[in-house]
């Protein structure tokens, strides 16, 4: 579908007065195309990022993003070129669940499996990932879900958006709005970590993390841990 196709159908549902602008909202659905192909690739992405050795050192790596310096464990690293101390674009991390440590000899099968475990970057934060206006876009392209007990709802994209296939997780945080988006049905490259999740780490940082979609239910509890293991990484030292 053309892109001033789906951005009319955006601004129409959202009103003559939208919360954000026409570029913005172009800004988010390229965004979106791209994240498609992202979260589809991600199983065989992520398999060949870790294809080399494991670490099991707990030393700590002083590592710089944009402007601010984190001290992370070397085993909770997953890209071997970033284990140590230096300046990287975007920090690629992964950590067991719910444990939230980094990789163990005793631990090594779920590492290699990839099974409960959480893929974590960070990054420098951007116009791109202000929460607020990503969720209108996404919004005012899904249609109502059913609730779960759990407290979220998921919502199908609409055809237009080009993201069928697709679900929305919404649910409401103690202060803003939660989201996440899963791929849904079968797809033979796609075996793990189907769930991804944008959010706000510090002052000027952005986390995303991708989850088995088993663990929705426990999207409160998850978010929680994500976010507490992550913020220690700034006051590590």
Known sequence: MQQGNLTSIV??????????????VVLYLVLLAGLVTAIETVGTSMLQLIAGPHSASTK????????????????????????????????????????????????????NELRNILLITIRSRSETDMQDSLYSVHEHLTVAGEPLPSGLELRPFIPESGLEGELLAVGRLPVGRYLARCLIGEREHVQINRCERHTSLGDSLTLVYRFPEHLLPEWRILERKVLERASALLQER
């Not at 009103?15 to 913005?24: D, Q, T, Y």
């Open 11 to 24: 601004l129409a549902r959202i009103g003559s007065k939208p919360a954000i602008s026409k570029r913005r």
């Open 60 to 111: 700590l790596r002083r590592i710089v993003v944009g402007e601010q310096i984190l001290h992370v464990p070397e085993n909770m690293i997953r890209d071997r070129r970033q284990r140590q101390s230096g300046k990287v674009e975007q920090l690629e991390l992964y950590v067991k669940w719910p444990e939230m440590s980094g990789f163990t000899h005793s631990e090594s099968s779920a590492f």
